[in-house]
C-alpha cells in the first residue's frame, strides 16, 4: 500500500489578503475595574477565554479581533480611593497598567485596549450615545427615595452599601447579586450599611435619569432566545423577566465618573455599568474603522460579536446592555454569542484582600511559565460550577499532564526518531488493525476538538480532556516498538508507520494545544517542520516523509517544585473584589 502524502506536513498559509478583509468576529471580555491587581480567578474567566478563542479563529482563517478595556469611572474605584485616602484617578491609572502589564505576560493582550479617563473621543462618543437616549425621550426623569449615609454625607449605591440580597439572602453590595445574579433597588437590601462607617442609611429623596426596562421585555426575550445560552443563563434571564424589569438608574449622585449631559443632572454622574454599551460601540467602532468601517460590520449578516463574563456580571451583560442597545438603534448588532463563567476559588475561598486570601496573577507569573499556567487555568476552568486553585494542584496536575506525560513522550519518540531514522521522518509502511483504529480515532479527536473551541459548545476543560487521551492512546501505540525491535523487514515497516502515526499525533497535539499554550506550540511547530503556526485541518492529514525533525527534545517542560511559591505569595493583598 502506498501512502505518504508530500504535503502531510504542511499547514496552508492563509490568503495574502487576510489582514486587509472586513473582520467577520469580534470577541469582548468585561473591561477590568482598576481597583487592585489581576489574580488568577480573573484570568481564569474571560480574559484567558477571550484570548484562546480568538487564537483558535485565526487558525480557521477567520479575521477575528479581541477588544476589552479599563471600567476606570466604576464606584469600586472611588471605594478603593476613599479607602486609601488617595485620588481615584491616581488609583485607575495605576491599576490600569498594572492590568495591561499582567494580560501581556499571559500573552493575551486584546488587539485593542481602551481607557476612559485618557481618551477625549471615548468620553464624546459616550456622552453622544446617552444625549441620544434623552432626546428620543427613551429616558425619563423620576423622584425617588434612596439610601444615603447622614455619617459620610454621601448617596449610597452599588460599591458604597452592603446588606443581604432579598432574593437568596447572601451578602450582596447595590445593584445586584453577585451569587443569584439577580438585582436589586438598593432599598430593598436587608440589613444594609454604608461601607465606609458601617451605619445604617436613611432614605432620602433624590431626581435621577432612567430607562424604563419593561419597556424593552419582549423584544429582550425574542432576542434572549434567538440566541445559544447556557442553562443557568436562561433560567437567570426568564427569572428576571417573568418578575418584571425595573426601571434602571442611568445617572447617580455621585462624586466620580463621567458628568451627567442632562440640564439639571450636572452634578450628577451615568452609571458605569451603563457606560459600558456605548463604550462597547466606540471600541467596535474604533477597531473597525480600518475595516470598511462600523456600518459595513453591522450590516454584514456573517459577522458576529462573542461576549465573555462572569456571571456575577450576568445581568447587566444579558439585559441592561442589550436594552441599552435597542433603546439606541435598533440597527445595532447585538451579541450573537454569550460565554459565562463561575467564580473561580483559592482554597475553597473566594479570592479576598480583607482575608489575604488571593493569587496575584503577577506574582505567579515569575514562578512558572505562562503556558504552563494557561494551560492549568484552562484544565480547571469554572465553566459551569465553581472550581478552584490550590498550590499543591497546581503542581501535581502540571508535573503529571506536562512533565511525566507529555514531556516523557516527546523525549521518547526524540530519541527514536534521531537513534533509527536519523531525524528524519520515515516513509510510511505495513497497516495493522491497530494503525487503521488510531488514524480514525485522530479524525475523531480532530472533529471533537472543533467543537470544543466553538462559541455554542465552548470548554476548555474539553480541549484539555481530549489532549489527555490523545497522549494515552499515542504511548499505548509507541509500545508497539518493544515488540517489533528485531530486524525482521516487516516488523520494521510496522514499526516505520507507528512512527509516522507517532509525529502525526504530535502535530495535532501542537495544533489543538497552540491557543493554549502558543509559545510550547511555536517551537512543536518549528522542530517537527510545520511552516505557519495558523492552521486547522477538517481532516487528518499524515506527516510526510522526509520531514526533518529538529530539537523536538527541547520542546518540553521543566518540574515544578513546591518550593518555589513562597508563603508571602499566599498573602499578598493588592485586590478585593
Known amino acids: 500500500m502506498w501512502w505518504a502524502f508530500s504535503k502531510g506536513a504542511v499547514i496552508f498559509k492563509r490568503d495574502d489578503s487576510f489582514n486587509n478583509s472586513p473582520v467577520k468576529r ?19 474567566g474571560p480574559y484567558l477565554a477571550a484570548d484562546i478563542l480568538k487564537r483558535h479563529l485565526l487558525q480557521k482563517g477567520e479575521n477575528a479581533l479581541y477588544i476589552t478595556g479599563s471600567d476606570e469611572n466604576q464606584s469600586y474605584v472611588e471605594l478603593k480611593a476613599r479607602q486609601m485616602q488617595i485620588s481615584p484617578k491616581v488609583i485607575a491609572n ?3 497598567e498594572s492590568i495591561q502589564s499582567v494580560l501581556k505576560q499571559y500573552n493575551s493582550a486584546p488587539d485593542f485596549f481602551y481607557r476612559p479617563l485618557y481618551d477625549k473621543e471615548y468620553t464624546k462618543y459616550v456622552i453622544d450615545f446617552f444625549k441620544k437616549l434623552f432626546s428620543s425621550s427613551a429616558l425619563k426623569t423620576k423622584i425617588s427615595k434612596q439610601p444615603y449615609c447622614e455619617e459620610c454625607n454621601l448617596w449610597l449605591f452599588e460599591a458604597h452599601m452592603s446588606g443581604i440580597c432579598p432574593h437568596c439572602t447572601s451578602p450582596c453590595g447595590g445593584g445586584s447579586c453577585e451569587t443569584c ?13 454604608c461601607k465606609y462607617c458601617k451605619t445604617k442609611p436613611v432614605l432620602k429623596e433624590t431626581k435621577q435619569i432612567y430607562l424604563p426596562l419593561q419597556s424593552y421585555s419582549k423584544q429582550l426575550k425574542k432576542y434572549l432566545e434567538s440566541i445559544n445560552l447556557s442553562p443557568r443563563l436562561r433560567g437567570l434571564v426568564r427569572d428576571v423577566l417573568d418578575k418584571g424589569l425595573p426601571d434602571l438608574p442611568i445617572t447617580h449622585n455621585a462624586h466620580w465618573g463621567l ?6 443632572f450636572e452634578n450628577q454622574k451615568l452609571c458605569s455599568w451603563c457606560e459600558m454599551a456605548p463604550g462597547y460601540l466606540f471600541a467596535l467602532h474604533k477597531i473597525t474603522s480600518k475595516n470598511n468601517g462600523l456600518r459595513n460590520f453591522m450590516n454584514d449578516p456573517k459577522a458576529k460579536i462573542t461576549l465573555f463574563f462572569g456571571f456575577d456580571n450576568a445581568y447587566f451583560y444579558t439585559i ?3 436594552a441599552l442597545f435597542l433603546a439606541y438603534n435598533h440597527s445595532v448588532k447585538l451579541p450573537t454569542e454569550m460565554i459565562y463563567n463561575e467564580f473561580y476559588l483559592f482554597d475553597n475561598l473566594k479570592f479576598s484582600k480583607s482575608r489575604s486570601h488571593v493569587v496575584l496573577a503577577k506574582d505567579i507569573v515569575k514562578k512558572a511559565s505562562s503556558d504552563v499556567i494557561r494551560y492549568y487555568l484552562s484544565a480547571t476552568r469554572p465553566e459551569f460550577e465553581r472550581t478552584q486553585f490550590s498550590y499543591s494542584h497546581f503542581i501535581e496536575l502540571i508535573n503529571v499532564d506536562l512533565i511525566d506525560g507529555l514531556s516523557s513522550w516527546i523525549c521518547d519518540l526524540s530519541s527514536r526518531i534521531t537513534l533509527d531514522f536519523d531525524g528524519v521522518c520515515p516513509d510510511g509502511g505495513e497497516w495493522t488493525v491497530e494503525h487503521e483504529e488510531f488514524i480514525r480515532y485522530l479524525q475523531r479527536f480532530l472533529q471533537e476538538a472543533t467543537q ?3 462559541p455554542k459548545f ?14 494515552v492512546r499515542t504511548k499505548k501505540l509507541s509500545l ?7 530486524n525482521n523487514s516487516i516488523n520494521k515497516l510496522e514499526y516505520q508507520t507507528s512512527l509516522v502515526l507517532e509525529l502525526t499525533s504530535l502535530k495535532y497535539y501542537a495544533i489543538v494545544c497552540s491557543p493554549i499554550m502558543p509559545e510550547f506550540s511555536e517551537k512543536l511547530f518549528k522542530a517537527l517542520g510545520i511552516s505557519m503556526r495558523f492552521g486547522w485541518d477538517r481532516n487528518v492529514r499524515l506527516m510526510a516523509k522526509g520531514t526533518k525533525i529538529k530539537n523536538l527534545s527541547n520542546c518540553i517542560f521543566t518540574p515544578i517544585n513546591i518550593d518555589v511559591f513562597e508563603l508571602s505569595d499566599k498573602k499578598d493583598t493588592q485586590y478585593e473584589k
Open 26 to 44: 469580534l470577541i469582548f471580555s468585561p473591561p477590568p475595574t482598576p481597583n487592585g491587581d489581576l489574580h488568577l480567578g480573573h484570568i481564569s
Open 94 to 96: 495605576q491599576f490600569s
Open 181 to 193: 445574579g439577580l438585582p436589586n433597588d438598593c432599598i430593598g437590601l436587608i440589613n444594609s450599611f
Open 259 to 264: 458628568a451627567a449631559p442632562f440640564d439639571g
Open 320 to 322: 441592561i446592555m442589550p
Open 452 to 454: 470544543a473551541y466553538e
Open 458 to 471: 465552548f470548554s476548555l476543560a474539553n480541549i484539555v480532556s481530549l489532549l489527555r487521551e490523545l497522549l
Open 480 to 486: 508497539s516498538r518493544k515488540y517489533l525491535s528485531n
